[in-house]
């Protein structure tokens, strides 16, 4: 309740808390205005758990004497009630573009680190009116990973709490997409059930996250309405795909978890207080910068802190513990169940766990024993484990105190190796496949080339973290994106929508496709295309559909298939001679002969799209199945070709503009 005075008896959650003057608030209280106050969103409640708020400003009377602390993360906030992760979200221009949906593509970059945010815009977002109660359908297969969202955002700043219909929807979603009728889909979202029920089938995925994100304080009614999302998903996957292992999650991502998932960006370690074990011995090793000490911890105390600290005991793990949702399936069931069962071969069965520490020191205890005392805890690698052990119960595990968990307790200076301890450490975070090619002498060519190319950022393979994604260069050319469209314009359309990581991973494929004769100025020919066929779709789908013409109606319900964009890329491609008017030996040799940077390179193509969108739906077919019938993407392609080279004569004005633009260098 931003700006407003609160009773002391009022019982309202109080979500964007500040006081009536920031600008009284004395330093000896809560800091000058525009430092930072820890809160947690609050109620009044239970004098017994409650806590005073800091002294009030001089003169001011207390906004709220006495508060109860939910089951909700921490925030940070500023005085003035500014959040910080509300800030940067807003700093985020080209998520503008995306209006409610905004805030949902950045909690995914949040929680994952995805970089190429526009190309999973692209293909996630649904568009329609009746999009069966769902604003995002993402699907990645490479990471085992579903994600169904649903937004809300607010200009109102006095919010107690987002609607909960809103999650209640997710319920209606996720049994549409699991096992509702196809023939009653709307496109966008018959695409969509199509790929995700696909890819459980093949047994491609292992988590499904139900998510309501918005920019209001938590809840316990939207809680209760994604509780029940959980339960019916969970039933849909166990009815209809019998043999599939995934866990099904809900989180509610308001300001409290968006904060702390911001955080844990800025933070590698949340946990800073000085903790102390028994141990039974162990061993240290060092490094240059790094040292550790390898051991052994009583399972026990493994609960404690996580009963203490929760989810900031994770802070530099990419996910939480997921939690025992498919008892009889799932990797965390069986954790319990040698815990509790035979406590005393858990050592031997299980991987143990990391944790990065700011110290460490061994010492001896007054009766003898070895005492571990460490400074600052984060579980790197281990979430699972620690989470399993965690929710045991003394009736589940009597013999916890004597389960003993292998465990490293490491320590490091220099942040370049802390951050690659934590990528390779991380085991639910796979080491991405584009991390092994960072120092190929391709990709190593490339980003020497990529010097010289205006407006353009190319890593080359070389990732940066979750904080790098959030604050992202407005000029990056993402690993993923730049694959895909190098294999899509060499007319691999099924590799370059649903298998990128081979390309990464098999040294033939990747010689292909990134192979000596690929320059900067290729990639930046392909990859505009890329983002010019985007750029159409999100043009077209801004258009209300009443006010859509009979022709843009068609090229939409197009771009609403899965893996359309990538298809009419290779169209494209398979058209090239046509539109250059001259035989191509080689794709991989064409540029532009201007050294555009991609935005203005993404400009050039647009008479070839548009000319191109008039023939979409001779590739409607090829996006059944999400481009997986080799056999039917090869007819639809050449349907398309046949199109274009009956047209051309008609098109030869526009064609030739467009040839004079390109040029073939070998």
């Known amino acids: 309740m931003r700006g407003e005075a609160i009773a002391a008896d009022d019982s309202r959650a109080c979500g964007d808390l500040k006081w009536i003057n920031p600008s009284a608030v004395s330093e000896g209280d809560a800091g000058t205005p525009g430092t930072r106050l820890q809160y947690h969103p609050l109620r009044i409640a239970e004098p017994e758990v409650s806590r005073p708020f800091p002294s009030d400003p001089p003169g001011l009377k207390p906004l ?103 999650a209640s929807d997710l319920n209606t979603a996720v049994t549409w997409l699991l096992s509702g009728p196809l023939e009653g889909f709307p496109e966008v979202l018959r695409s969509a059930a199509e790929e995700v029920r696909d890819a ?22 939207v809680k209760q309405e994604l ?48 903790l102390s074990v028994v141990v039974s011995g162990g061993f240290e090793t060092a490094g240059e910068h790094w040292s550790a000490y390898t051991t052994a911890v009583p399972g026990s105390w493994l609960r404690e802190q996580w009963g203490k600290y929760k989810g900031d005991l994770m802070s530099p793990n990419v996910r939480d513990y997921l939690g025992i949702v498919r008892a009889e399936r799932n990797i965390n069931n069986g954790i319990k169940t040698t815990a509790s069962s035979t406590p005393d071969r858990f050592w031997i069965y299980n991987n143990g766990i990391t944790v990065l520490v700011n110290d460490f020191e061994i010492a001896t205890g007054p009766d003898g024993e070895s005492v571990l005392t460490i400074s600052g805890a984060g579980i790197v690698n281990g979430a699972q484990t ?4 965690a929710t045991l119960s003394d009736a589940d595990a009597p013999g916890i105190a004597e389960t003993r968990v292998l465990t490293r307790f490491v320590k490091c200076e220099d942040p370049e190796v802390l951050g690659d301890i934590i990528k390779f450490n991380n085991t639910q975070n796979k080491v991405e496949a584009a ?20 407006g353009a950022d190319y890593r080359g393979a ?21 694959a895909q469209a190098l294999a899509a314009f060499q007319l691999a359309p099924n590799l370059a929508y649903n298998e990128t990581r081979r390309i990464w991973e098999e040294n033939g494929i990747y010689s292909r496709y990134f192979s000596e004769r690929v320059t900067a100025r290729h990639v930046v020919f392909v990859f505009s295309l890329l983002r010019a066929l985007e750029a159409a779709k999100k043009r077209i789908g801004e258009i209300p559909e009443a006010d859509r013409t009979e022709a843009q109606g068609r090229h939409m319900q197009f771009f609403r298939r899965r893996g359309s964009i990538i298809m009419m890329l290779a169209a494209i491609s398979g058209s090239v001679e046509v ?88």
């Open 462 to 482: 070389r990732r940066g973290g979750i904080k790098d994604a959030i604050e992202r260069s407005a000029n990056r050319l993402p690993d993923s994106a730049v």
């Open 579 to 666: 539109f250059l008017d001259k035989p191509v030996a080689d794709r991989s040799s064409l540029r532009f002969k201007e050294n555009a940077s991609p935005a203005k390179a993404s400009a050039l193509w647009q008479p070839i799209v548009d000319a191109a969108l008039s023939f979409s739906s001779q590739l409607i077919d090829a996006t059944d199945l999400g481009l997986k019938n080799a056999e039917v993407v090869k007819n639809a392609g050449q349907n398309f070709q046949g199109m274009i080279e009956a047209t051309a004569d008609a098109n030869r004005e526009r064609y030739n503009g467009f040839s004079e633009l390109v040029e073939s260098v070998t």
């Open 64 to 166: 709220i004497t006495r508060c109860v602390l939910p089951e909700i993360y921490d925030r940070t906030m500023e005085v003035s009630g500014k959040s910080k992760v509300l800030a940067k979200f807003e700093a985020r221009t080209d998520l503008q573009a995306y209006g409610p949906n905004a805030l949902l593509l950045f909690a995914l970059q949040l929680r994952w680190g995805i970089t190429d945010i526009e190309g999973v815009a692209a293909v996630a977002l649904t568009d329609s009116s009746n999009d069966k109660k769902c604003d995002l359908v993402y699907v990645d297969r490479a990471n085992g990973r579903v994600v169904v969202g649903q937004g809300y955002f607010s200009e109102k700043s006095d919010l107690v709490a987002a609607p909960s219909n809103k």
């Open 227 to 274: 509780h029940q999302a959980v339960a019916t998903a969970d039933s849909l996957i166990r009815n209809h795909f019998k043999t599939a292992q995934i866990e099904v999650t809900a989180m509610e991502v308001g300001l409290g978890e968006l904060e702390r998932l911001y955080e844990r960006t800025e933070a590698t370690i949340a946990v800073t207080d000085e």
């Open 200 to 221: 459980i089938e093949n047994d491609e995925i292992r988590e499904f996250h139900i998510w309501y994100v918005h920019n209001a304080p938590e809840s316990e009614n």
């Open 435 to 454: 991390d092994f090619r960072s120092k190929d002498e391709v990709q190593e060519r490339l980003r020497k080339e990529f010097d010289d190319v205006p």
């Open 386 to 389: 620690t989470g399993a052990l």
